[in-house]
């Protein structure tokens, strides 16, 4: 059971060991593009372009979907990423339960965002946790867990999210068997050490330049690629994907920039005062247009420097 495309490996790992895929679940296709035309689920792609019996139900909680889950006689189901909660009846049907890949070093970041809440909280090391899945969030005993150092303070969401999966693909091809077995006994999480996150929201990614340049830069990449970081300028939303942390801002009273204060500086053409730095911008899209570097955009809107964006 998964859907976006970093969690294909997964199902690929499976494969390559030899085993019986009965079916593959994955979110109904959506709408996509200006002719709003149903898009595929990548996983969906893949499990077509290998023959396998896809299933993509609104719910599982629906009575008929479960019994066409019920009718493969599934020995075990593997999670990453389906985007769907299992009700206890789906994971109390095979008889080796649910397994689970969660890209947090469990019992730290259980819940839906536990990726960009490790880059905001420059937790390292981060990694990912083969679990057991249970009624709980993420409170399943675990299976396997492995470290990964080094990522949080310069990676994205997106690009940690990948190499995550990436290790809970190797996590699941090496634990599969020996669980098939009974060979692996899971330990049960400590949850004295237990912490959560919340589901992102589309304000989350709203810039407040009283913040410092070092938190903003970690929002950024968080929540690259969803809510993202964006300002309004001229009435519309302006996305900035991709700044440094600097110090030094030429503009309008240099030495007393106000937060929000645009300027350029030595080494960079767009910067914005915080509360403590410069964040300075090196890719941006003004809505309706295309994702351009800075120059190129100073090139079309030269009055942007100077000016004061709201936080």
């Given at each position: 059971m998964g859907s976006p495309s970093y969690v294909v490996g997964v199902l690929e790992a499976i494969l390559t060991l030899g085993h019986n895929v009965v079916g593959v679940y994955t979110q109904p296709d959506k709408p996509s593009g200006r002719g709003r035309s149903a898009l595929p689920t990548p996983v969906k792609s893949y499990a077509l372009s290998r023959d396998l019996q896809v299933f993509q139900p609104p719910s599982l909680r629906a009575v008929e979907a479960q019994q066409d889950l019920a009718l493969l006689e599934p020995d075990l189901v593997v999670v990453a990423a389906y985007g769907k909660l299992l009700p206890t009846s789906v994971l109390e049907l095979p008889p080796h339960g649910c397994l689970n890949i969660h890209p947090s070093l469990l019992p730290k970041f259980r819940g839906p965002s536990p990726v960009a809440s490790a880059i905001l909280e420059e937790e390292e090391p981060t990694g990912a946790t083969v679990m057991l899945l249970d009624e709980g969030m993420d409170t399943g005993p675990i299976l396997a867990a492995r470290e990964l150092w080094g990522w949080t303070s310069s990676a994205t969401a997106q690009q940690l999210t990948e190499k995550l999966f990436e290790l809970g693909a190797e996590m699941m091809a090496a634990v599969l068997a020996d669980w098939l077995d009974g060979a692996i006994a899971p330990q049960a999480q400590d949850n004295a050490g237990a912490t959560s996150t919340r589901k992102l929201e589309k304000t989350d990614g709203a810039a407040d330049w009283t913040l410092s340049a070092r938190e903003l830069e970690k929002r950024c990449r968080a929540f690259t690629p969803w809510p993202g970081l964006y300002t309004t300028w001229g009435g519309k939303t302006l996305k900035v994907l991709s700044a440094q942390v600097v110090d030094d801002i030429k503009g309008p009273e240099q030495s007393e920039n106000r937060?929000?204060?645009?300027?350029?500086?030595?080494?960079?053409?767009?910067?914005?005062?915080?509360?403590?730095?410069?964040?300075?911008?090196?890719?941006?899209?003004?809505?309706?247009?295309?994702?351009?570097?800075?120059?190129?955009?100073?090139?079309?809107?030269?009055?942007?420097?100077?000016?004061?964006?709201?936080?």
């Open positions: 937060h929000g204060t645009v300027g350029s500086g030595p080494g960079f053409d767009i910067g914005v005062a915080t509360g403590r730095g410069v964040l300075a911008i090196s890719s941006l899209q003004m809505e309706g247009k295309r994702a351009v570097s800075p120059r190129e955009f100073l090139q079309g809107y030269p009055e942007f420097v100077g000016s004061v964006l709201p936080s």
